[in-house]
């Protein structure tokens, strides 16, 4: 079983906010499997593993842009 702190528990699922929906769920399995080996993680050992795990299911965002509307970016 793992044993987090509320402040670590509570970096880890905001990491896990702006993944898809699909992908947190193994973003979760991910970072209790990295976590594993540790009977009582530091804040540094969730920080490491969120990092290598966000680093397998963050994808950059899609956006779209209208046909023919006017970006700021040119």
């Known amino acids: 079983m793992l044993a987090l702190t ?3 528990l ?3 699922y905001a990491a896990a906010a702006p993944l898809d929906v699909a992908d947190r ?3 979760l399995e ?3 499997s990295a976590l594993s ?3 009582e993680p530091g804040d540094g050992d969730v920080f490491r593993a969120v990092r290598e795990a966000q680093r397998k299911f963050w ?3 899609v956006t779209q842009h209208a046909v023919g509307a006017q970006s700021k970016y040119r």
Do not use: K, L, M, T
Request: proline share 17%.
């Open 59 to 61: 994808r950059p965002p």
């Open 10 to 12: 509570s970096a880890v």
């Open 30 to 32: 991910a970072v209790a």
């Open 6 to 8: 509320d402040s670590q």
């Open 37 to 39: 080996d540790h009977a």
């Open 25 to 27: 769920g193994p973003f």
